[in-house]
């Protein structure tokens, strides 16, 4: 049984989470203001949040990337619009999933049990050991560049797994889109950019420069470690 804190300031949406979280088993702490959840996230330790982006105290922004300066909690944002997905994913708060609103209660009950099972193998995952610098573990949606953990959100999981499949091949972002949601949402060209934009960054601090290269008016292509930084 997992603690999940809803952070939502509309009382309809919050009630309805809570139900449907309760019924499948959850311990469910609900929050109306981003300051006081941040202060019980922090005092209290909960499994997964669900946090909505517009609210009273502080926004769930910024509830976010202060978490994120003490905890790798799971945090699933519920956002009112598509754009609001692009803010998020751009401004890199570390956030492991997006749900936009109006949703269906099933379905962020099942994104939240998906988030759940991934954070718990996560903690106990094996690294498998061959050459590649780079070693996928899709059981725990954990990516390791030479044996340094990436610590991606499961949509750059995807991506790079993708990527790196065939190394060469150049995939269209649409191919991406498909690759990354299994749902089939309304993505658009800028919100896989900026994945690939943070999958990079991650990368780079890891070491590896220049391992997916943009290709100009089609789309991306992984090369394989040919230029691979041994310092770290
Ligand atoms: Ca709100």
Same mark, same amino acid.
């Given at each position: 049984?997992?603690?999940? %804190?809803?952070?939502?300031?509309?009382?309809? /949406?919050?009630?309805?989470?809570?139900?449907?979280?309760?019924? $499948?088993? *959850?311990?469910?702490? $609900?929050?109306?203001?981003?300051?006081?959840?941040?202060?019980? /996230?922090?005092?209290?330790?909960?499994?997964?949040?669900?946090?909505?982006?517009?609210?009273?105290?502080?926004?769930?922004?910024?509830?976010?990337?202060?978490?994120r300066? %003490?905890s790798h909690v799971p945090?699933?944002?519920? =956002?009112? !619009?598509?754009?609001?997905?692009? !803010?998020?994913?751009?401004?890199?708060?570390g956030?492991?999933?997006?749900?936009?609103?109006?949703?269906?209660?099933?379905?962020?009950?099942?994104?939240?049990?998906?988030?759940?099972? !991934?954070s718990?193998?996560q +903690?106990? $995952?094996?690294?498998? #050991?061959?050459?590649?610098?780079?070693?996928?573990?899709?059981?725990?949606? +954990? $990516?390791?560049?030479?044996?340094?953990?990436?610590d991606? =959100?499961?949509?750059? %999981?995807?991506?790079?797994?993708?990527?790196?499949?065939?190394?060469?091949?150049?995939?269209?972002?649409?191919?991406?889109?498909?690759?990354?949601?299994?749902? *089939? !949402?309304?993505?658009?060209?800028?919100?896989?950019?900026? *994945?690939?934009? #943070?999958?990079? *960054?991650?990368?780079? #601090?890891? @070491?590896?420069?220049?391992? /997916?290269?943009?290709?100009?008016?089609?789309?991306?292509? %992984?090369?394989? @470690?040919? #230029?691979?930084?041994?310092?770290?």
């Amino acid at each position: 049984m997992s603690t999940i %804190f809803v952070v939502e300031d509309e009382a309809e /949406i919050r009630q309805l989470l809570v139900d449907y979280l309760a019924q $499948a088993g *959850h311990t469910v702490v $609900a929050h109306e203001r981003g300051d006081q959840a941040l202060t019980d /996230i922090r005092a209290q330790q909960p499994d997964l949040v669900l946090l909505d982006v517009m609210l009273p105290g502080i926004d769930g922004l910024e509830v976010c990337r202060q978490v994120r300066e %003490f905890s790798h909690v799971p945090i699933i944002f519920l =956002t009112a !619009r598509h754009d609001e997905v692009d !803010r998020i994913v751009g401004l890199r708060l570390g956030a492991d999933d997006y749900v936009v609103k109006p949703f269906s209660p099933r379905e962020v009950v099942a994104r939240v049990e998906a988030l759940l099972r !991934r954070s718990q193998w996560q +903690q106990a $995952a094996p690294v498998s #050991n061959d050459s590649s610098p780079l070693q996928l573990d899709s059981g725990s949606y +954990q $990516a390791y560049w030479q044996q340094q953990l990436l610590d991606l =959100t499961p949509v750059e %999981f995807r991506l790079l797994t993708m990527l790196s499949k065939h190394p060469g091949r150049v995939y269209s972002r649409d191919e991406l889109i498909n690759a990354a949601y299994d749902d *089939h !949402r309304i993505v658009s060209d800028r919100t896989v950019d900026s *994945h690939i934009k #943070n999958l990079r *960054h991650k990368l780079q #601090n890891a @070491g590896a420069d220049d391992v /997916i290269q943009a290709v100009y008016g089609v789309g991306y292509r %992984f090369v394989n @470690g040919k #230029n691979v930084n041994g310092n770290k």
